[in-house]
């Protein structure tokens, strides 16, 4: 099955920096990859998704590239506020009989230090 | 247009007592995937489902945990004899077609507590 490892566990960085959260799938057939950001207590919410056909997609201050050559794909986040202070999950989706189920990382608990 | 519902929000049981989970997809989503999140880990897939039948259960033990989706009503998952272990946040997500690449929304979980 599918395998995604997700880096770093945790990270800082200060008010106005970027930040930069990396995954691998192992699973070639994957062809959909969405970063959910989830606060304490909270649902996980979609932030932004890429599919397979595409390298990069961007949305204000967030983007992600995917490298399926390499398996893998990387959320940036810029000018980044005290508010993105979250746990942050990749995801790849299970191509398996018409499931999409999705198979996601481990988390990356970010820290925006004003 | 309400988002994904799950009720109850927070579930206390004793150990051996049964635990039933309820979802109710966005409207016009007829697929239904259930998650479960163990304190400080990431979501782990259970098993999907649509209009009556389970399509992918490959992430679900075999046993004492069981889900539905009737044709009327919500999913339900159910957790037979629970057992501390069973302790987590079950979040349900939907979407509205299948499909390798369809986006899913989450519900906003059951936090299931075993004494």
């Known amino acids: 099955g599918e395998n995604v490892e997700q880096h770093p566990s945790t990270l800082s960085v200060q008010e106005g920096d970027s930040a930069v959260i990396k995954c691998t799938y192992s699973?070639?057939?994957?062809?959909?990859f969405p970063w959910y950001k989830q606060e304490l207590g909270k649902r996980p919410q979609l932030i932004i998704d890429i599919r397979s056909n595409v390298g990069e997609k961007k949305d204000q201050r967030i983007a992600v590239t995917l490298n399926k050559t390499a398996k893998h794909f990387s959320l940036h986040i810029t000018e980044t506020q005290p508010e993105d202070s979250a746990v942050y999950f990749c995801a790849a989706s299970g191509v398996r009989t018409g499931a999409n189920n999705l198979f996601f990382g481990t988390g990356t608990r970010l820290t925006v230090i004003p | 247009n309400a988002g994904v519902m799950q009720n109850p929000r927070h579930l206390v049981r004793r150990r051996g007592q049964e635990a039933r989970l309820r979802c109710s997809p966005m409207k016009g989503h007829s697929h239904v995937y259930w998650y479960r999140q163990l304190p400080e880990e990431g979501l782990k897939f259970m098993v999907y489902?649509?209009?009556?039948?389970?399509?992918?259960e490959s992430g679900m033990p075999k046993e004492r945990f069981s889900a539905e989706f009737p044709k009327e009503g919500p999913s339900i998952l159910r957790i037979q004899q629970v057992v501390r272990g069973d302790s987590a946040a079950y979040f349900c997500?939907?979407?509205?077609?299948?499909?390798?690449?369809?986006?899913?929304?989450f519900g906003p979980g059951t936090r299931l507590l075993v004494l």
């Open positions: 997500a939907s979407s509205p077609r299948a499909g390798g690449s369809e986006t899913q929304y």
């Open positions: 699973d070639s057939a994957s062809n959909y």
């Open positions: 489902l649509q209009k009556e039948n389970i399509i992918d």
